[in-house]
């Protein structure tokens, strides 16, 4: 089969273009060995398209990821756009594709690989055998809710930033996040501020009525506070957790840590439509970037949700997800995941690792 996919491929700042280096190169042999072609068509986007087109989404960007068959992203940001108005910082590049795109359910998937428990924060009876999904609202809620900023009549300079769902904004993202639980344990939980927020006492409603369509998924409902604390005093009792836009930011941070390091951890944002976005969960970390030193892992990992949930080749996605793993299991470390940085691995040494493992392995589409 000479199919071709075209992916839009979007580096983005810091050590974005290193880690995408990597990724490209991963399914340049996933190519090799299946037939199937990707064409590339790169575009910029963050800090890289402020200083080159003078907004953080150019419209080429959105052309180019609209045409394609899926999105992949590096990371965005820095310290060099830091004091920039709201509008015109690199996360709005980011937020602004997402939301063009429709992609409001982004799965976040935390999985403790027996090799890495070591390399946890945590003692290991508490995180071995951690395997559970976030999955985060990613077009609504705070994020996007309408933004101000005044001076009030007695002087004082004040912020408001809207939190607003619609109720049909909340039953999409359950519904993915049942569909999503009804493949795993059957074991969803809701999270929310509903001891508190009117948003997220319509949330709980509306996931209470959703429930009555999975009578095979048990639904329960913890506060962010508790289910905060929860994830690090006893992780195992979690499977799939859905919850909005900024609690899932916050709790995919946590889940990201429990399994070793926020450098292993890929995500994919999906919509309505069949375009995807597959980005590593962890920031451009400025600190490390042109170093190559960063761990490529969470963007290969990503190439994998890439290849299994936006082009149907889930043999090629548990290829590479097998392949990562192998060289974790033979001993190879980048130094996020090491406390021994004489051993550590750079950026392209870690890649090569993988592609050497995947080019031992026999892949089927
Ligand atoms: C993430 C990131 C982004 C977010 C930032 C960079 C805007 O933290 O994808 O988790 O908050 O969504
Ligand atoms: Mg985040």
């Known amino acids: ?5 075209k992916i839009c491929v979007l ?14 190169k991963v399914l340049n042999v996933i190519s090799e060995q299946t037939g199937v072609s990707f064409s590339y068509d790169f575009g910029r986007i963050g800090g890289c398209a402020i200083d080159e087109d003078g907004t953080p989404l150019p ?3 959105l052309r180019l990821a609209k ?3 899926a999105v992949l992203l590096g990371a965005v940001g ?7 108005p709201g509008n015109l910082r690199p996360e709005a590049g980011l937020l602004g594709i997402r939301k063009a795109l429709g992609l409001y359910a982004n799965l976040r998937p935390a999985t403790m690989h027996p090799s890495l ?3 946890s924060s945590l003692k290991p009876e508490v995180v071995a055998g951690v395997d559970l999904i976030v999955v985060r609202e990613l077009t609504g809620g705070i994020y996007f809710g309408e933004k101000k900023r005044y001076t009030s009549e007695d002087g004082q300079e004040v912020a408001e930033d809207l939190l607003i769902y619609q109720e049909k904004e909340i039953e999409r993202i359950i519904r993915t996040s049942f569909e999503v639980a009804r493949k795993r344990s059957k074991n969803l939980v809701s999270v929310d501020k509903a001891n508190v927020l009117e948003s997220s006492r319509l949330w709980r409603k ?3 009525r959703v429930a009555a369509d999975y009578p095979d998924v048990t639904l329960s409902h913890q506060l962010v506070d508790s289910c905060a604390m929860q994830l690090v005093r006893a992780p195992k009792q979690f499977d799939v957790i859905v919850t909005e836009n900024m609690f899932g930011d916050i709790l995919s941070d946590e889940a990201a840590m429990l399994t070793g390091s926020i450098g292993m951890l890929a995500s994919a944002s999906l919509g309505e439509g069949s375009i995807g976005l597959y980005e590593p969960v962890h920031g451009s970390a400025p600190d490390i970037a042109g170093r190559g030193v960063a761990n490529p892992l969470a963007t290969i990992l990503s190439v994998a949700m890439m290849l299994r949930h936006s082009l149907g080749m889930d043999e090629a996605a548990e290829a590479v997800e097998k392949a990562v793993w192998a060289v974790l299991d ?3 470390r980048t130094g996020d995941l090491t406390e021994d940085r004489s051993q550590a691995l750079g950026t392209v040494e870690m890649g090569q690792k993988v592609i050497e493992q995947l080019q031992k392995q026999v892949v089927g589409q």
């Open 1 to 5: 089969m000479n199919k071709t996919y």
């Open 117 to 119: 428990v070591e390399a």
């Open 330 to 332: 033979a001993g190879y």
């Open 59 to 61: 419209e080429e960007t």
């Open 206 to 208: 509306v996931a209470e």
């Open 11 to 24: 580096p983005g700042d810091g050590i974005g273009p290193e880690i995408m280096g990597e990724a490209i």
């Open 67 to 69: 045409e394609a068959d």
């Open 78 to 84: 820095g310290p060099k756009w830091d004091q920039n």
